[in-house]
């Protein structure tokens, strides 16, 4: 079974940064993209990139570079996001989603349960 | 960036009916799309990807299709478990786009 587990909630100080991570389980990581979104509370997704578990190559929203780092590690099969110089307009859950080329399309076809960013003085 | 127009942005549906949700891209995406449902609380669930296929272990009332640029979600006869929002994503160039959702209701 594909499992992604994020791992959870933090409360963070404006200006500050954070590293979410995204432990796998269930295929092999170096096959596959994991691709990282944010959504703010009541809002639409927004896609911030994705890395791919082979050769750590990535590829950014431009409205993310700068904010966000995507890294992996493959001997632990987990894929890491830094976000930096964190203000409130960053609070959000953010979610990490394997993504699928083998569909045809870029597909996400398995998502972490979501990592929730509180960014607070 | 490739703009996905999503409507209704709520809607509610009986037992009975054939729900329908739609997506306009802002230009061609090659059925570069796919469809996800978030319940509360919870991640999305990929539902249909290269605009008409099912994906694993989704119920076949479910349904994708195309017309020029707009693709479109059908739930035929749905179920209370169906409630949730709905959002499509064109995957055809980054940066990837999701629709702004569609909330179910069901009555």
């Known amino acids: 079974e594909v499992q992604l587990q994020q791992s959870g909630a933090e409360l963070v100080k404006p200006g500050a940064s954070v590293k979410l991570s995204c432990k796998t389980s269930?295929?092999?990581?170096?096959?596959?993209?994991m691709s990282w979104l944010k959504q703010m509370p009541g809002q639409n997704i927004e896609w911030i990139g994705n890395?791919?578990?082979?050769?750590?190559?990535?590829g950014y929203n431009q409205k993310f570079k700068g904010k966000a780092t995507l890294t992996v590690d493959k001997s632990s099969s987990t894929a890491y996001m830094d976000l930096s110089s964190l203000t409130s307009e960053d609070s959000a859950v953010y979610f990490c989603?394997?993504?699928?080329?083998?569909?045809?399309?870029?597909?996400?076809?398995?998502w972490g349960q979501g990592a929730s960013v509180t960014v607070s003085s | 960036d490739i703009q996905m127009t999503q409507s209704p942005a709520s809607l509610s549906a009986s037992l009975e009916e054939i729900v329908t949700i739609t997506c306009k891209a802002s230009?061609?995406?090659?059925?570069?799309l796919s469809w996800y449902q978030q319940k509360p609380g919870k991640s999305p669930q990929l539902l249909i990807y290269?605009?008409?296929s099912l994906a694993d272990g989704v119920p076949s009332r479910f349904s994708g299709s195309r017309s020029g640029t707009q693709y479109s979600l059908k739930i035929s006869r749905p179920q209370v478990d169906d409630s949730g929002i709905y959002y499509c994503?064109?995957?055809?160039?980054?940066?990837?786009?999701f629709g702004a959702g569609t909330k179910l209701e069901l009555k």
């Open positions: 989603a394997r993504g699928a080329l083998n569909y045809g399309s870029y597909v996400m076809d398995a």
């Open positions: 269930g295929y092999t990581f170096s096959n596959y993209y």
């Open positions: 890395i791919y578990g082979g050769n750590g190559g990535t």
């Open positions: 230009q061609g995406i090659d059925d570069y």
């Open positions: 290269d605009a008409t």
């Open positions: 994503l064109q995957s055809y160039s980054t940066p990837y786009t």
